[in-house]
């Protein structure tokens, strides 16, 4: 990938702080392009094949993908389908000759935005960038201003490419009364997301309640969620208000809706039909206005297929899907996210704690983590608990983990559909460097070169220092 950043006048047009991603294997083309693109203030990164296109997709974050139909490794709407799959978001432009406009025709029946036939206009194409930008709620405001916007998630800590797309999601979404579902392994951080939305949203200044389905026990749920009246039942001593009721006006987050019992789930699809509660003992349902967001770690079309959860209620609830990634899908968020632990809990334990020794960091990124975010706080809790130096050892870090660290997964027993992936998160941990990221997959340098052609991996992508952007840059007009 070749990109730079916008040095022209126009660099403060509303067009200000968007990303594209050009893919085409004509190198004269993509140059052109390049300069008119950036030339009306957009910053411009290039690929000339799917595979290259898909690696710069994980790396960085991107507003549009404009893209050939025709490309060398695959169909440009075999591309398409990919990135909606991971990135459903992104609006995709496709360029097409005379003989593919059918297929281009076809193709934004399936979700493209729209597509160009070559040769097209400079103004055609700013015109249709602009709209799709316009359309798909893509931020261009200033760097100052998107920071000064960033409050409503100050609470997740992430540089990752796979987190950036599901918070601008929940952003998107945040500003609808749209039923939000969230979907994660367990530790993974979904209510940290819908906190977020909430604060996203219009409903922010209103109150959130969590209500973690799984822990309430069942006799007590149906209390908890819609109230209860005076001597409703043995022990309703005084009239109950349920914590619907008491986030009128606000958001209503459902932790584990998986495992709500199927009566109350009757029950709920009710509240939803009819924005109204019926207290346990009352004689008459009160009107409310509450927004829903859900979330669960299991397999809701599963638990369909096998009758524990209702049809209609799904389709109530997951109106839109959003999926949070593993840690072990985000491993270049293990730095920032162990020494932010580490800074909160010095000041909890009124500790000297100033890092991790190099190994002890090592150990951190290339471990197993099952348990996610919640396990890596834990880890890193235990740790710090047990630290007499600035500095945390290596053996602590071992011993919180209850075992010796691993180097990480060898790339024989990665299969083979993760092998781009596994590359990758490889490259993002080692800044690019390829001998260290040879070394962690326990490859030779030769080797570890050819599976980066496979894939068309650049390691030069990779590295944030400035003269490797610089020599990138200086490449380009070659």
């Known amino acids: 990938m070749r990109t730079s950043p916008t040095t ?10 968007a990303h594209l991603l050009l893919v085409d294997d004509d190198a004269d083309l993509l140059r052109l392009l390049s300069m008119r693109l950036r030339a009306s203030g957009y910053r411009v990164s290039t690929a000339e094949s799917a595979e290259s296109a898909l690696a710069c997709l994980a790396v960085e974050r991107f507003s549009l993908v404009l893209s050939d139909v025709r490309l060398p490794d695959r169909d440009g709407l075999l591309l398409f389908e990919e990135i909606r799959q991971t990135w459903p978001a992104l609006p995709v432009i496709l360029l097409t000759a005379h003989g593919t406009i059918p297929d281009a025709v076809e193709a934004t029946s399936r979700g493209v935005f729209g ?21 798909g709620g893509t931020p261009h405001a200033s760097c100052e201003e998107r920071k000064a916007a960033a409050g409503w998630r100050d609470g997740i800590i992430s540089h990752s490419s796979r987190m950036a797309t599901v918070l601008d999601e929940a952003q998107l979404v945040a500003a609808s009364d749209a039923s939000v579902l969230i979907r994660g392994d367990s530790g993974t951080g979904k209510e940290l997301l819908a906190r977020a939305i909430h604060e996203a949203s219009p409903r922010a200044a209103c109150p959130f309640i969590a209500i973690n389905c799984g822990a309430i026990p069942e006799q007590l749920l149906e209390s908890e969620l819609f109230g209860h009246m005076k001597g409703a039942f043995t022990g309703a001593a005084s009239a109950h208000t349920g914590l619907f009721q008491a986030a009128d006006g606000g958001t209503v987050f459902l932790d584990e809706i998986g495992d709500m019992p199927l009566a109350l789930q009757v029950k709920l ?34 638990a369909l297929v096998a009758g524990t959860f ?53 150990a951190l990124t290339t471990a197993a983590w099952p348990g996610n975010i919640r396990q890596l706080q834990n880890v890193v809790e235990q740790a710090s608990a047990l630290a007499t130096t600035p500095l945390i050892p290596l053996a602590l ?8 660290s691993i180097e990480a997964l060898s790339y024989a027993e990665a299969k083979l559909r993760f092998e781009r992936n596994y590359l990758i998160q490889l490259l993002k941990l ?9 070394r962690l997959a326990d490859r030779n340098r030769t080797e570890f070169y050819r599976l980066l052609q496979r894939h068309s991996l650049t390691p030069s992508l990779f590295r944030s220092d400035s003269a490797d952007v610089a020599r990138e840059r200086q490449q380009e007009f070659h």
Not at 270 to 299: K, M, N, Y
Not at 333 to 339: E, Q, S, T, V
Not at 397 to 404: I, N
């Open 8 to 17: 022209t006048g126009d660099a403060r047009t509303a067009q200000d702080g």
């Open 115 to 135: 597509y160009l036939t070559k040769p097209f206009d400079s103004k055609a194409l700013l015109g249709k960038i602009a709209q799709a930008l316009q359309i």
């Open 269 to 302: 699809l009710r509240v939803l039909q009819e924005r109204a509660v019926r207290p346990v003992g009352a004689s008459r349902a009160l009107a409310i206005d509450v927004r829903i967001l859900s979330a669960t770690h299991r397999d809701l079309e599963a």
């Open 310 to 362: 209702r049809e209609d209620l799904f389709y109530r609830l997951n109106v839109v899907c959003l999926n949070l990634p593993t840690l072990d899908e985000r491993r270049e968020d293990i730095p920032l996210l162990a020494n932010h632990f580490l800074r909160g809990l010095a000041r909890k334990y009124q500790k000297r704690l100033r890092g991790f020794a190099p190994e002890a960091l090592e």
């Open 397 to 404: 870090v071992e011993r919180a983990l209850r075992g010796p």
């Open 430 to 438: 080692t800044d690019g460097n390829v001998s260290d990221a040879a």
